[in-house]
């Protein structure tokens, strides 16, 4: 299976420190990937790779040809790969601006017919579940519906370090033991879904709205 793991901070500056806790969940995750299910395919996508434009202009909006280059090649990867790993962090009981800007570039149809995990830290207590909750309706809605099982970190800062690897005191194999709840389901749903799409392809059954909304209306 190929997974895209999105970092969804562009968060790099102090206070509060440090600067990208995220990116120590994302290397945590990564390095469960590679010690537990290395016969998958995961790359990461961090949105601090894909700066805001000044005005927002979706992929889908631009000619043929004529989507900057990394939006096409990011699309690609999109479109090619079987399953999604969804790390952010928590504003205001909320899921972070920075992801819903970079995946609102993309149609639902790139992500669709393929799971979604969700990943959520915070540097205090609650670990980002509240945000986790609009990450369901919201993966949902793009078509990549998230498996059961979530991953919360609490006080992300005391947990890894900024290589991913527990801090004294944390237990590695206890929180891998932890992430495999959720990476294993994903990998179930995303063998599952490339199995069932050699049998029917859901794209012939329920057609995308390739040019406005209301070709959902109903009649």
């Not at 990476?183 to 057609?207: C, G, H, I, R, T």
Request: charged share 20%.
């Amino acid at each position: 299976m190929k997974i895209l793991l999105f970092l969804g901070t562009v968060r790099d500056s102090t206070p509060p420190k440090p600067a990208r806790l995220g990116q120590r969940v994302a290397e945590a995750c990564l390095a469960c990937w590679r010690s537990g299910f290395a016969e998958h395919e995961v790359e990461l996508i961090d949105a601090l790779e894909y700066p805001a434009e000044a005005v927002f202009k979706p992929h889908f909006a631009y000619a043929d040809g004529r989507a900057p280059a990394a939006l096409d090649t990011l699309a690609q990867k999109i479109e090619q790969a079987d399953a999604y790993i969804m790390i952010s962090p928590e504003y205001n009981h909320s899921l972070s601006p920075a992801l819903t800007n970079l995946l609102n570039h993309f149609g639902s149809s790139l992500f669709s017919y393929k799971p979604s995990a969700i990943v959520t830290y915070s540097a205090g207590q609650w670990g980002g579940m509240r945000a986790a909750l609009g990450m369901r309706t919201f993966l949902s809605e793009l078509g990549c519906l998230p498996v059961s099982a979530m991953v919360h970190v609490p006080k992300a800062q005391t947990v890894f370090d900024e290589q991913g690897v527990a801090m004294p005191g944390e237990y590695q194999a206890a929180w891998f033991n932890y992430f495999g709840r959720s990476f294993n389901q994903l990998v179930w749903w995303a063998q599952a879904a490339a199995e069932q799409k050699k049998q029917s392809d859901p794209q012939a059954l329920v057609k995308s709205f390739t040019k406005a909304p209301s070709e959902r209306n109903a009649p």
